[in-house]
Every structure is written in structure tokens, then in C-alpha cells.
């Protein structure tokens, strides 16, 4: 099992920027993928982008994010970033990152491991 905790987020401007992390312990050589998931409230989690763990750094995101954010990460600190800019009201959310075995999952179902949570809001 993975142990995954994010932090960074907090209220920020439309149009300002924020970097969440994500901490990740426990059985590390298991994860093959790291994600970041939001949720507003009362929609369901959608994927906001994911990146691989291991060899090459391969990134992917959701078209609603593309251009905006970037996923990153350091393998020595078992640490993944999330760097999102021109922040939109509509990015509010509690964000979530997810730790998988597999390439490039894209939906919830794909992932094992969760963090619990942290809420970005964005106000106009």
C-alpha cells in the first residue's frame, strides 16, 4: 500500500497560481503512474493529468487544464507536483492525487492508493 498526502492548497485569485504536492510513502516501487483527480462539490471526481513514475517522464492532462497546469516530480523526495496557473473559479475543488500500477489510467477505478485531499479555491 501506498501512503499519499498533498499539500499547498489554499485561496487564490483568478488568474493567480498555486503549486500542490503530493508525499508519497509506504510501497513506492509499486506505483507505476501518479494522478491528480479533483472534485467540486456535488460533481463527481473528474481527471485533471497524470504523470509516470518511472524511466522517461511522460505527462498527460484533461483538455480543461492543458496549457495550464503541469504535473511534475522528483523521485528522490517520492514527490509529485502539481503546478496549475491562470487559475479559473471554476478549478475550485478539493484536489486529490492517486498512485497506480498501471500506464496511464484516466478514470478513479484505475488507481489504488489516495491522498486526502486538498481544497483549492479559486475566487473571481
Known amino acids: 500500500q501506498v501512503q499519499l498526502v498533498e499539500s499547498g492548497g489554499g485561496l487564490v485569485q483568478a488568474g493567480g497560481s498555486l503549486r500542490l504536492s503530493c508525499a508519497a510513502s509506504g510501497r513506492t516501487s509499486s506505483m507505476y503512474t501518479m494522478g491528480w483527480f479533483r472534485q467540486a462539490p456535488g460533481k463527481e471526481r473528474e481527471f485533471v493529468g497524470g504523470?509516470?513514475?518511472?524511466?522517461?517522464?511522460?505527462?498527460y492532462y484533461a483538455d480543461s487544464v492543458k496549457g495550464r497546469f503541469t504535473i511534475s516530480r522528483d523521485n528522490a523526495k517520492n514527490t509529485v507536483y502539481l503546478q496549475m496557473t491562470s487559475l479559473k473559479p471554476e478549478d475550485t475543488a478539493v484536489y486529490y492525487c492517486a498512485a497506480s500500477n498501471m500506464e496511464r489510467p484516466l478514470f478513479t477505478s484505475g488507481y489504488d492508493d489516495w491522498g486526502q485531499g486538498t481544497q483549492v479555491t479559486v475566487s473571481s
Open positions: 504523470i509516470s513514475w518511472r524511466s522517461a517522464e511522460i505527462t
